[in-house]
T-cell receptor, first 112, second 116 residues
Framework: GNSVTQMEGPVTLSEEAFLTINCTYT??????LFWYVQYPGEGLQLLLK?????DKGSNKGFEATYRKETTSFHLEKGSVQVSDSAVYFC???????????FGQGTTLQVKP | GAVVSQHPSWVICKSGTSVKIECRSL??????MFWYRQFPKQSLMLMAT?????????EQGVEKDKFLINHASLTLSTLTVTSAHPEDSSFYIC????????????FGDGTRLSIL
């Protein structure tokens, strides 16, 4: 089928810890892949994206690499901050409809 | 750039009233906009695709007559929740896709709707 699967949360880390949030997808063809972040009570903000295999998206210290062979787009950050506490959504595009398919979201809590 | 404004951000109203939510793309044109609903601690559920100058396309299970969508210009789409009831209480989020441009969608900040 066509879906996006994220690791379950919540993920709780101490400040300056290394972060990985796993995301895998199923799709026919080669969709574009995205990570969005949602802070409490707000809409979604694009964090980073990758449009083809082996592309690496990066922003604000976060990175994710489009891995075709493992159909994955894992989100990483070397040193998290308390302000990174939010819900993170992995998403993929669907053909030329403009629609996105979202994963279920992963809550990140960073403690001082 | 690529700012999407959603209004109101929070609304409380009595059961039976209709509520209109606006979604505006402030610095770009958007032929296509999307409306999502999000329940607490859950992912976004796509409700409908709003197309400028034509009828919206609703996802399976979404009541067209309950959730009226109008996309009258390239920068504005509205969602009207008609005869709202407590079960319609939710967080509604819109997004806009730049006309002729590639992804990504740009999201509004959402509207918290509470029906008493």
């Amino acid at each position: 089928g066509n879906s996006v699967t994220q690791m379950e949360g919540p993920v709780t880390l101490s400040e300056e810890a290394f972060l990985t949030i796993n995301c895998t997808y199923t799709a026919t063809g080669y969709p574009s892949l995205f990570w969005y972040v949602q802070y409490p009570g707000e809409g979604l903000q694009l964090l980073l994206k990758a449009t083809k295999a082996d592309d690496k998206g990066s922003n604000k210290g976060f990175e994710a690499t489009y891995r075709k062979e493992t159909t994955s787009f894992h989100l990483e950050k070397g040193s998290v901050q308390v302000s990174d506490s939010a819900v993170y959504f992995c998403a993929r595009s669907t053909g030329n409809t403009g629609k996105l398919i979202f994963g279920q979201g992963t809550t990140l809590q960073v403690k001082p | 750039g690529a700012v999407v404004s959603q209004h109101p951000s929070w609304v409380i109203c009595k059961s039976g009233t209709s509520v209109k939510i606006e979604c505006r793309s402030l610095d770009f044109q958007a032929t296509t906009m999307f409306w999502y609903r999000q329940f607490p601690k859950q992912s976004l559920m796509l409700m409908a695709t709003s197309n400028e100058g034509s009828k919206a396309t609703y996802e399976q299970g979404v009541e067209k007559d309950k959730f009226l969508i109008n996309h009258a210009s390239l920068t504005l789409s509205t969602l009207t929740v008609t005869s709202a009831h407590p079960e319609d209480s939710s967080f509604y989020i819109c997004s806009a896709l730049p006309t002729g441009g590639p992804q990504p969608q740009h999201f509004g900040d959402g509207t918290r709707l509470s029906i008493l």
